[in-house]
């Protein structure tokens, strides 16, 4: 395709996701199926530089306003992820000269907003959080890409058989540093083509959330519930945990998410999961299991603000009367979800999340209202399930995961054990 062509129809979709009235992923999909003509490398460098504006997007509508032609054209130029070769095809002479001025100046001249890219309302209880240093390697991470990790599916092989056919398949992957189930790969290959995949032999699943999996640590002709389970990448992780034995639930109040779930279950080769829709949080079905369960997992509904490499739209969507609201959810599901748990079982909160409004505060309000729930330290809870150095993914015993410290996704999560 002709560059100045490529280039309008990256402006063309960086003005459909500028509105930020929808998922960017969702808005990108259904970009492309309108454009099925282009090619792989287009597409990628056309998503990338959407992706690339969303992270700095306040940085780029800044140093936009100096140029001149429609604005989203403008962001594009600026965002540009494909090569610069082919990005000086499309601009004319004035919109040479225009991004040769931008990119002469010195990024320490900007703004801190402009630099950090962060809404004022998440960037000031992360920077109290974190302090000047570690809260400025936060915001450069969440401005780069996210790794592709992989969990190996240890009913079907094991991490090293994995490792050798992808790289026999010129794939570079790496073990993950902590998850003994992961692997971490070199670009963005195309899986779904490879037979390794299609057998059910590996899983796209951030390492974060395999570690989820493995504080919970099911064990085998157990009875688990995966309270929001969604697509099920989780689910599926705790089921081979349990050498498909026992009977693990995934419920989630979504059909449509849980409709996600049927093919990967079928890949996998997993027969002791049973998917079921309930209507919310009080649900008759969670009456009927109340006290029978061994460990249950509360992955709970979340701002997603740990996944912003990934979905970097999300600090422009979400907001603080949207966490509040996602608090009262956070309490009532959690509160709800533990009364599964039996005497002597395992539960386990977890978010995406970085703040701790949705995270510490939720813990330990539900932790000052059930005195029989007693706190498990998550690093030897995660050292006994085979992680690697543990101990650096902990913080006042609760798994907290950071994009710069970690180079997973932002994830808390907290366990207790139920005394009576």
Known sequence: MHPNALLELAAELIGAVNKLDAPADATVSAFFRQHKNLGQRERASVAETVYAMLRERLKFQSLAQSGSGPLPRRLAILAWRGTDSFLRAALSPAEKAWLEQVQAISPDSLAPRLRHNLPDWLAVPLQERLGDDDFWQLAAAMNEPAPLDLRVNTLKLKREEALAQLQA??????????????????????????DLFTSGGIEVQDEGSQLLALLLAPKRGEMVVDFCAGAGGKTLALGAAMRNTG??????????????????????????????????????????????????????????????????????????????????????????????????????????????????????????????????????????????????????????????????????????????
């Open 247 to 420: 009977r693990l639930y995934a419920f989630d109040v979504s059909g449509h998410r849980l409709d996600a779930l049927k093919p990967r279950l079928a890949r996998s080769g997993l027969s002791n999961v049973y998917p079921a829709q309930i209507a919310h949080e009080r649900d008759e079905r969670i009456k009927r299991l109340a006290g029978k369960i061994d460990r249950v997992l509360v992955d709970a509904p979340c701002s997603g603000l740990g996944t912003l490499r990934r979905n970097p739209d999300l600090k422009w969507r979400q907001s603080p009367q949207a966490v509040a609201e996602l608090q009262a959810k956070q309490r009532a599901i959690l509160t709800s979800a533990a009364r599964l748990v039996k005497p002597g079982g395992r539960l386990v909160y977890a978010t995406c999340s970085l703040l701790d409004a949705e995270n510490e505060a939720i813990a330990a309000e539900f932790a000052a209202a059930h005195a029989e729930f007693q706190p498990l330290d998550a690093a030897e809870a995660l050292g006994k399930a085979q992680v690697e150095r543990a101990d650096e993914l902990v913080d006042k015993g609760a798994l907290r995961l950071w994009p710069h410290r970690h180079a997973t996704d932002g994830f808390f999560a907290v366990a207790w054990e139920r005394s009576a």
């Open 169 to 194: 398949a010129g794939i570079d992957a790496v073990p993950t540093p902590f998850s003994p189930l992961g692997l971490r790969v070199q670009g963005k290959p195309a899986l779904n083509r490879l």
